[in-house]
């Protein structure tokens, strides 16, 4: 199976900062990566498709990049909506899988 | 506009049979490169996928002991199914049904979810 593995585990900022999360998967996987958002109680909102497309209605402060086994997802100018959990999500080869999630808090 | 809603027990006892059903709207699962997969999320923990059924009646099961599940559907009624068997507390969590726009965007749209609670 193909392991994510997200850092940092945790971020704290504050509003206004640009904000990177990274994304490792244990062997390659192409572009077929995913991000999603999740604020508690809440369903997982997708964010990034295939590494760096833009899903439709997200905004676009942020952006996601990589191919292979790296990825970064980007917030550009964190906002108060954005304080939330984000997961990296693999569906290049099966059992599909996620990574571990990072937590965005306020600083 | 596509939506997904997640319906079942809320609560089951250990070792007992859980079925849950995602009834969804807006799209069909007789459309080529459409799927509808099952992920959960216990308390506090990431997600984990379960299971995906495809419009071709392909099934692929997580990284979870994949005997414990079947993952069927019902296009009549747009339905798919997920049963799990011999339910154990640490398969409490909360339990989405996805739509899966195969090759494209993965699992673009989501239900909101349930927790079952898995407890004598």
């Known amino acids: 199976d193909i392991q994510m593995t997200q850092s940092p585990s945790t971020l704290s900022a504050s509003v206004g900062v640009r904000v990177t999360i990274t994304c490792r998967a244990s062997?390659?996987?192409?572009?077929?990566l995913a991000w999603y958002q999740q604020k508690p109680g809440k369903a997982p909102k997708l964010l990034i498709y295939?590494?760096?497309s833009l899903e439709s209605g997200v905004p676009s402060r942020f952006s996601g990049s990589g191919s292979g086994t790296e990825f970064t997802l980007t917030i550009s100018s964190l906002q108060p909506d954005d304080f939330a959990t984000y997961y990296c999500h693999q569906y290049n080869s099966y059992p599909w899988t996620f990574g571990q999630g990072t937590k965005v808090e306020i600083k | 506009q596509i939506t997904l809603k997640e319906s079942g027990p809320t609560l089951v006892k250990p070792t007992q049979t859980l079925t849950l059903t995602c009834t969804f709207s807006?799209?069909?699962?007789?459309?080529?490169?459409?799927?509808v997969g099952w992920i959960r999320q216990p308390p506090g923990k990431a997600l984990e996928w379960l299971a995906i059924i495809y419009w071709d009646d392909d099934k692929r099961y997580g990284p979870v002991l994949k005997s414990r599940f079947t993952i069927t559907k019902d296009t009549s009624k747009n339905q798919v199914v997920l049963t799990m068997t011999n339910m154990d507390p640490i398969d409490t969590a909360s339990y989405y049904c996805?739509?899966?726009?195969?090759?494209?965007?993965?699992?673009?749209?989501w239900g909101q979810g349930t927790l079952v609670t898995v407890s004598s």
């Open positions: 807006g799209f069909s699962l007789r459309t080529r490169g459409v799927g």
């Open positions: 062997q390659s996987i192409s572009s077929w």
């Open positions: 996805a739509h899966i726009n195969w090759r494209n965007s993965g699992a673009d749209y």
């Open positions: 295939k590494a760096s």
